[in-house]
Every structure is written in structure tokens, then in C-alpha cells.
């Protein structure tokens, strides 16, 4: 690998994106990331094998430059894209400019520096953040602009945040983001919803910040249907739609997140003295979850993530097994009420996390392993 980077989006197999282990492994010679995925290309193919041509490139305005804000400028302006960008602090705001972003000294001059129409993509914490920028936004702009909600809004918050705008002729766009801290070489996964011709106008936008077609083996009978879909974003329907969509999908991370847990934890106390001594296994829990990587059914990014962790702390001693949940899990649940559908493992799964707040499990540290893995997301550290 010395002096050549490894393709953009080099494909191990069907399911992963590159080798986890491998970077774990070398990371002991101080390997970097970047050397082991190279730098990304400023401009890549779509799924159909047509380059980005320059008049596809858009100016975006990003406000909340957090770990995925950030990558998310940092992934468009490789692909051609200007990008403006405004947060609360004013070193976040210093560090893109230093990369090349245009950074706003308010958000009165961060709007200045839109052109018309103009877009604004907020990632900010939902909730009351996310709700502040969109009113502060919708006082501020004008006809025809466009504001796009790229964190992880209740979709009923969409439905009504977008009547809203629409009074003042504004356009606004849910868009369910996955990703995580991977996504800036992974690229991100995007449900979308909103009205078709604004987020058809969108699409340059969405096409830089996707995978892309990639490596991984085609669904049988796929390539005869057209679509965004093998580039790893979706327009899934109107206002609400993309955050519907994003909601079920991390309640389904909860579930098999849980479900690895549980599995992980029956293997840590397979060695219990309470079992007859013939039946007691003193297993290599970190070699069982890298052979199940290599062709068994369960192999998913998710397992890759949990080698990584259990590589670098067998007994995870450095995690409390304190598991936060962000609000989609209970979503899920709730609309799975109204449906009248039957969710045993997705609501065991969040209960689950509530518990964990409570004592703490092997199971649980998998859980909150996996989570800094994936997101980032910090927890309160191990006492001692």
C-alpha cells in the first residue's frame, strides 16, 4: 500500500467497505486511515458510470458542524461543491475555512453569502436545537429557498415544520442520515422526503454525499430498474417521509445491535464456575466475532465494528455499558402502536437501554462498544 492509495471505496466483500481488522491490526505500526483508504477523488462516477460535470455543482450553506456536519462539508467540497458554513463555535467555523469553506461571523452574514435560491442544510441536535434554527431560518429567507433537516427530527415535526414554511413559500427537506464518522469516506446513506422537484433539484447535493454504486454486488434483476436507490439515497416520499424512514431503520439498529449483545454475553460467561466443569468454555470471544466475519450469515458492519472493539479490550473494561438511546427507538415504537403492529424486538431492544442506565452487563457494554465505534458517541467513562 506505500505511495498508492487503495480504490475509492474499495469493497472487501459484499457487505463491508474495507477490511475493519485490517486497520485495527496496523494501527499498532500507526498505520492511518488515510493511508489505508487513500484520499477520496474530488470527482467520482454515479451509478451509471457518468462523471460529476462541473455545472453539477451547487453552493450548499451547512450549520452545525459537529462530527457529521463537518465530514459532510468536507465530502462536498471534494466533489466540486462551495460550501458556506456557520456553527456556534467559531473554531469549528475556523478549521473548514481553513479547508476551504466560506465561514459566516453570523448567521445574518452566513445567509449574506447564499446565493439565491439558496440552501441550507441544518445538522444540529434534534429537538429544540433543530427547531430554533428552522424558525430563526424561516425568518431570514426568502422565496424559493430551500432548508434541509439532515438530523434525526420526529417526522411529525416535518410534517408541521414544512406547512409552516410553505405559508412563506420556503421549501424544506427531511433528510434520514446514516453514517455516522464513516461517512466521509464511506459516503452517507440518505432518506429523503419533501416535494419531488425540489429534491430533484437537490440531486447534485445528494449524489457527492452518497456511497455510490461502488463495489457491491448487484441485486439480481436490479440494474434493469432506474433510480437513486443502488447509489444509497432515496427520495422515499413527501415532508416526513425520509425521517419515517431513517426512525424505523434505528429501531432495527437497536434490534440487532441488541441481539449481538446477548449472543457476545452468553460466550463471556460460558467459564462460569456455576456450570458443570465438562460445559464450561473459556472462549476467545474477539476470534469468535472475526471467523463470523468471514462468510457466516450474521457478518454485517455492525460485527466488524464489535471486532474492532473487543480486538483493542477483550473484557471491554473500557466501557461502562451505559447505552443512550436518541429518541428514534421510542418513535419506532410509538408508530408501531398506532399501526397496531407487533414490535416485540425492537421494544425489547429499547427497554434494554433503560436498563443498562440502571446495571450494568457485558451486554451492554457491547452495546455502548459499539455505539463510540460507529457514531462516536461518548459515554461516561468506566470508574476506577
Not at 444540529?124 to 427530527?153: H, W
Not at 463471556?268 to 464456575?273: L, P, Y
Not at 434494554?352 to 467513562?381: D, N, V, W, Y
Request: proline share 3%; net charge negative.
Amino acid at each position: 500500500m506505500c505511495g498508492k492509495a487503495l480504490p475509492y471505496r474499495q469493497a472487501r466483500h459484499l457487505n463491508h467497505f474495507f477490511s475493519l481488522r485490517g486497520w485495527a491490526l496496523k494501527g499498532k505500526e500507526a498505520v492511518s486511515k488515510q493511508k489505508l483508504i487513500g484520499k477520496a477523488e474530488p470527482f467520482r462516477t454515479s451509478g451509471s458510470g457518468a462523471a460529476f460535470k462541473e455545472d453539477s455543482n451547487m453552493q450548499l450553506g451547512m450549520i452545525g458542524l459537529g462530527r457529521m456536519g463537518a465530514n459532510m462539508v468536507r465530502r462536498l467540497m471534494r466533489g466540486g461543491h462551495e460550501c458556506v458554513v456557520w456553527d456556534v463555535s467559531a473554531d469549528n467555523i475556523k478549521k473548514l475555512a481553513a479547508e476551504g469553506a466560506t465561514g459566516g461571523e453570523s448567521l445574518e452574514d452566513f445567509i449574506a453569502k447564499l446565493n439565491e435560491p439558496r440552501v441550507v442544510w441544518i445538522m444540529v441536535p434534534a429537538g429544540a436545537a433543530t427547531e430554533k434554527t428552522v424558525t430563526e431560518l424561516a425568518d431570514r429567507l426568502a422565496t424559493d429557498d430551500i432548508i434541509i433537516d439532515g438530523g434525526n427530527s420526529y417526522f411529525k415535526d416535518d410534517v408541521r415544520r414544512a406547512r409552516m414554511l410553505r405559508e412563506k413559500k420556503i421549501n424544506y427537506v427531511d433528510v434520514g442520515t446514516s453514517g455516522g464518522v464513516w461517512g466521509l469516506e464511506r459516503g452517507y446513506c440518505m432518506m429523503i422526503g419533501g416535494p419531488e422537484d425540489t429534491v430533484r433539484h437537490l440531486d447534485p447535493i445528494f449524489k457527492t454525499l452518497a456511497p455510490g454504486l461502488g463495489e457491491i454486488v448487484r441485486t439480481p434483476g436490479r440494474e434493469k430498474v432506474k433510480g437513486t436507490v443502488e447509489d444509497g439515497y432515496l427520495h422515499c416520499g413527501p415532508s416526513g417521509a425520509g425521517h419515517f424512514v431513517k426512525m424505523v431503520h434505528n429501531g432495527i439498529e437497536y434490534g440487532l445491535m441488541q441481539a449481538y449483545a446477548e449472543g457476545f454475553d452468553i460466550f463471556h460467561n460460558a467459564k462460569s464456575e456455576e456450570l458443570p466443569e465438562d460445559i464450561r468454555y473459556d472462549l476467545n470471544v474477539a476470534d469468535i466475532a472475526e471467523v463470523w466475519r468471514r462468510g457466516s450469515v450474521i457478518s454485517s458492519w455492525l460485527l466488524d465494528l464489535t471486532t474492532m472493539a473487543l480486538l483493542e479490550d477483550p473484557e471491554l473494561e473500557n466501557y461502562t455499558g451505559y447505552v443512550q438511546d436518541s429518541g428514534e427507538g421510542r418513535w419506532t415504537i410509538q408508530a408501531a402502536i398506532e399501526e397496531a403492529v407487533p414490535a416485540e424486538v425492537l421494544t425489547a431492544a429499547l427497554y434494554m437501554r433503560f436498563r443498562s442506565r440502571q446495571e450494568h452487563t457485558f451486554a451492554e457494554k457491547i452495546l455502548s462498544a459499539m455505539r463510540q465505534k460507529f457514531g462516536g458517541h461518548l459515554e461516561p467513562r468506566a470508574k476506577g
